[in-house]
């Protein structure tokens, strides 16, 4: 299901065989939420725009409109025009971060909804029959993600309570996909590496979840505050443990910059809503730095966002018009301007494929490291 096709020191250069197709990877996860882009982007607006995977949140569409109602309408896929492989969270980091009022028990999660205050219970195997009852191609076992930094022995208790929880999540996926009235009996997956900002807990915990034998390996509960060197440094422990013959997504990052760091690093999978978010507040990115396309210097500026990007909004558009509707309140500067974003994520992906095809992505790395954060 995944093989490396080429390495450059720990940067890998794969394909990842699913049963919605095959995935160049390093690859960028589009986040479409509720099933759509925030900023009124659509399925088939991604396929022009070098999408390959597209995300969605197993506990925002648990509340609305319900995971049995999208299982009556044929799935994600019918649902929302999407025809490419699917991830689904497993709604845990949700829970965690929107939920005020949770408690965690063995069995599971009981906790309010943020919407309208209803009690909700989530544990394995409910976040597999969700998961399942959504059609995606991949999903996200059910976990715990501690706030950094957590105490140590209480990180040590929850990820071995992760565990157990991975554990019934096997179990509940392989009975899922033996049911007649499943939709895709070809389910997916990936288990998730936790342990906070501990290497020792982070490093004994892919160890165990590696002899699984899952789809795919995660490392979530980072990019949440701590210092990016911080994640870097869990990244470069944890990398080893994982099965060489697997993909490894890292949850939730994020910058460009981070994205370059943490290919070179042997992660083959991001999703973030960065691109999506910071594009609705007008700052853009480009391959001179961000853009806060909100100055009053673009103003009368005829350029397009980025004079080397080939996007659909750059080859029609100019910084003065978007920044106009973004000032406006039109909804159309928001799609303009998050389009341009998440085809600048998809096409920086494509060109760390093929720098790593070349044997040259050290060089692209080093250079470009030092501008993709910049402020213009």
Request: glycine share 8%.
């Amino acid at each position: 299901m995944f093989k490396v096709l080429k390495k450059q020191g720990n940067a890998r250069r794969g394909e990842f065989v699913t049963p919605h197709g095959t995935v160049q990877t390093p690859a960028f996860m589009n986040v479409a939420t509720c099933g759509a882009i925030k900023g009124a982007v659509s399925a088939l607006d991604l396929k022009k725009i070098k999408c390959q995977v597209q995300l969605c949140n197993t506990y925002h569409l648990h509340l609305r409109p319900g995971d049995i109602k999208v299982k009556q309408m044929g799935g994600l896929h019918k649902f929302t025009r999407w025809n490419g492989p699917i991830l689904t969270d497993s709604g845990g980091f949700q829970v965690f971060s929107l939920a005020k009022l949770r408690n965690i028990k063995e069995e599971g999660v009981y906790f309010n909804s943020h919407i309208d205050g209803r009690k909700i219970f989530m544990g394995p195997e409910e976040s597999m029959q969700i998961q399942s009852n959504l059609g995606s191609t991949i999903a996200m076992a059910f976990d715990e993600c501690v706030e950094n930094p957590s105490p140590y022995d209480y990180t040590k208790d929850s990820v071995q309570r992760t565990t157990r929880w991975l554990k019934r999540c096997i179990d509940e996926m392989n009975r899922l996909n033996g049911l007649d009235d499943t939709i895709n009996k070809k389910q997916m997956l990936f288990g998730i590496n936790q342990g906070g900002i501990y290497e020792d807990l982070r490093i004994e915990h892919m160890k165990e979840i590696a002899e699984l034998g899952l789809d795919g390996y995660a490392i979530g509960g980072l990019a949440v505050g701590e210092p990016a060197q911080v994640m870097y440094k869990i990244i470069e422990a944890v990398e080893p443990f994982a099965p060489e013959n697997k993909i490894r997504y890292l949850m939730g990052v994020g910058t460009p910059v981070n994205i370059l760091e943490s290919v070179a690093r042997g992660v083959d999978l991001f999703d973030c809503v960065m691109p999506s978010r910071n594009a609705r507040h007008g700052h853009l990115f480009t391959k001179v730095g961000i853009r806060n396309i909100n100055n009053l210097k673009y103003e009368t500026d005829e350029s397009p966002i980025d004079e080397t990007c080939e996007c659909p909004v750059c080859k029609n558009y100019s910084r003065a018009y978007i920044r106009h509707l973004l000032k406006s309140g039109e909804m159309l500067g928001m799609r303009l301007a998050v389009i341009h974003n998440l085809y600048f994520y998809n096409n920086l992906m494509e060109i760390i494929r093929k720098h790593l095809d070349n044997g040259t992505y050290t060089q692209f790395y080093e250079k470009y490291k030092e501008i993709l954060g910049k402020r213009i």
